[in-house]
């Protein structure tokens, strides 16, 4: 599988937006980009995902670079719900999710 | 909304005995997973099960392990003889097409 880098961790004031980073400079072209966190104590949420074109839904946005060799995914207004490990994975077909480490996103209130 | 559960939300138990995790996928889905994770690791991939058989297991998926559908609902972990090593969550998933759904977790202690 294709590897994902994300920092680590980052940090945000609440009510203001986020955007988190993802490289993938050995993406293929069937890689779909997904996204999914995890909140404390909890299992793995599903965020957002998508191939080539930007994509929006109710809880984020996801911002694809032209030669897909890179994503941010954009948390819009952060609440303190928003607290959680993001992680950035490459998936090619619908079977096993393969995780990283993520980035642990810290709000600040 | 349709989730998925997990019980017990706490399992411990004695080194060498047998453990047996339940999980209920989503009612329609037809893809379940296994899923764990040691305290402060990554999420690690246990096994894929799809059509009342293993699609794929990872390397941690030995002959320690199995997995059941035991009916039309419930999708179950059996750990045979744990091993303190086996202290971890363990997480389920279901999913119809490509995303995952994920259970709670069970957290596992082996004592």
């Known amino acids: 599988d294709a590897k994902t880098t994300q920092p680590n961790s980052m940090e945000s004031n609440e009510e203001e937006p986020v955007h988190l980073p993802c490289n993938h400079s050995t993406i293929s072209g069937t890689d779909y980009i997904h996204w999914y966190r995890q909140l404390p104590s909890q299992g793995p949420e599903y965020v957002i995902h998508g191939l080539t074109s930007n994509v929006n839904n109710r809880m984020a946005s996801l911002a694809i670079a032209e030669d897909r060799k890179s994503s941010t995914l954009i948390l819009h207004r952060a609440t303190l719900r928003d607290a959680a490990v993001y992680y950035c994975?490459?998936?090619?077909?619908?079977?096993?999710?393969?995780f990283g480490k993520g980035t642990r996103l810290h709000i600040l209130p | 909304e349709p989730e998925v559960t997990q019980t017990p939300s706490h399992q411990v138990t004695q080194m060498g005995q047998e453990v047996i995790l339940r999980c209920v996928p989503i009612?329609?889905?037809?893809?379940f997973y296994w899923y764990r994770q040691i305290l402060g690791q990554k999420v690690e991939f246990l096994v894929s099960f799809y059509n009342n058989e293993i699609s794929e297991k990872s390397e941690i998926f030995d002959d320690q392990f199995s997995v059941e559908r035991p009916d039309g609902s419930n999708f179950t972990l059996k750990i045979r003889s744990t091993k303190l090593e086996d202290s971890a969550m363990y997480f389920c998933a279901s999913s119809e097409v490509s995303t995952q759904f994920f259970g709670p977790g069970t957290r596992l202690t082996v004592l």
């Open positions: 009612s329609n889905h037809l893809y």
């Open positions: 994975i490459l998936r090619d077909r619908d079977d096993k999710i393969i």
